[in-house]
């Protein structure tokens, strides 16, 4: 029975799930912030290949 209770007490495993739940929820609003700006990151990076390749030459 002591050992029920005790698993019944532990909250170790819930940090873990918290932390978890922090993580998705940050990588949901990366993906969300990179996606609008998908445009402007496409331009950006076209400039720079577009510098690199002149460099190059």
């Not at 005790?6 to 922090?22: C, V």
């Not at 998705?24 to 990151?41: E, I, K």
């Amino acid at each position: 029975m002591k050992t029920v209770f005790n698993f019944l007490r532990d909250e170790s495993g819930a940090t873990a799930i918290e932390y978890g739940l922090i993580a998705g929820l940050v990588s949901v609003a990366a993906v969300g912030a990179l996606s609008a700006m998908g445009d402007s990151l496409e331009v950006m990076f076209q400039y720079v290949t577009g510098q690199l390749a002149n460099a190059v030459n």
